[in-house]
């Protein structure tokens, strides 16, 4: 099988998108593996948003698939290099759904030489776990898995987390600073449909902060997926009709120290857009809230917190579609 990654020029592109720094692109010689990887993460976490806009802001008359094929996904995040698409809208600088993100970031590293492959996960959707319609990669480093995940949105990893199979109740589950005063960890258990009790999977928990009670957000698997995996999982999000995705306009991106005049480049709270408002939460607080009234503002929020323009056929293509705004 052809194990794709990137070439060095479009590794150089891909940084230069997620406002990566030249002198933290390689990794030095005294700089653990992990810290480099950690970096990554937070920068793309920052740059590259999850988001569905694709599925409701086309000029097609059916859905628009979410991309597998990593060429393909690195054009629409970062660019072809060949210039303007339609009526001078930049190629790329979009984001995506769970896999598309997951796939960009897991051919990265692949580019980098670190060693990983992707597992598929279920969604907890409250009354019930989905069918297989998340991504995650676990990268193995000094034989340690840690499961990464660029592509949950809200309340998901912000760092690398390892798979350590905690025996309860001997000791707790490892916790980790998710957006402070907000933690994840990952635990082994059970799904509440499983029949055969003996047989558990890996659980990503968060909480708001260290009172509250753990909530189950996904559960992952160890198995590798395939390509042909995730392209059944493109026309699962994409068509089936109680899909979350089909029904709802969301987008999430992290915010980093320095975007707000901070310090550092740790990550430092959320943006997030949902259906006619957006909110930043910067230490667990929203402290931004907008409102739209028609596609317009929506548009222009777009561009101004996730500097994301559409064309003109992408504008119009929400026309009649649930999630539409007042045009004027």
């Known amino acids: 099988m052809n194990i ?44 590259v948003p999850w988001e569905n806009l694709s599925l409701h802001y086309s000029s097609n008359l059916t859905p628009v698939l979410a991309l597998t094929d990593p060429q393909e996904i690195f054009d629409k995040v970062v660019g072809s290099g060949k210039g303007s698409g339609e009526n001078g809208t930049p190629v790329g600088g979009r984001g995506g759904v769970c896999f598309e993100n997951n796939i960009l970031f897991g051919t990265v590293l692949r580019s980098l030489s670190f060693q990983l492959y992707p597992v598929g996960g279920r969604v907890n959707h409250g009354s019930y776990f989905t069918t297989w319609e998340h991504l995650v990669n676990l990268v193995t480093i000094q034989d340690q898995a840690y499961a990464v995940d660029v592509g949950f949105g809200g309340r998901g990893q912000t760092q690398p987390l390892p798979l350590v199979r905690t025996p309860e109740p001997d000791r707790e589950a490892r916790v980790d600073e998710v957006i402070a005063p907000a933690t994840g960890r990952l635990v082994l258990k059970n799904l509440p449909e499983h029949t055969n009790r003996d047989r558990k999977i890996w659980m990503y928990q968060w909480r708001s902060n260290d009172d509250a009670e753990w909530d189950d957000k996904y559960a992952f698997t160890e198995e590798e997926f395939m390509p042909v995996d995730f392209q059944a999982m493109s026309v699962n999000i994409s068509y089936r009709r109680n899909s979350f995705f089909m029904h709802s306009l969301a987008m999430t ?35 931004v809230s907008e409102q739209f009234e028609t596609e317009a503002d929506r548009l222009k929020a777009l561009k101004k917190w996730f500097g994301i323009e559409l064309s003109q056929r992408q504008k119009t293509g929400v026309k009649g579609t649930a999630i539409a705004l007042p045009f004027s």
């Open 253 to 287: 991106r992290m915010v980093l120290a320095q975007e707000i005049g901070e310090e550092g480049d740790g990550i430092v709270g959320e943006i997030a857009l949902t259906g006619d408002r957006v909110r930043r939460y910067l230490g667990g607080k929203e402290d």
């Open 4 to 47: 794709q990654t990137y070439t060095s020029e479009q590794l150089t592109r891909y940084f230069d998108h997620i406002e990566l720094s030249k002198e933290h692109r390689q990794r030095s010689s005294e700089e653990r593996e992990l810290d480099y990887l950690k970096r990554i993460q937070r920068h793309q976490l920052a740059s």
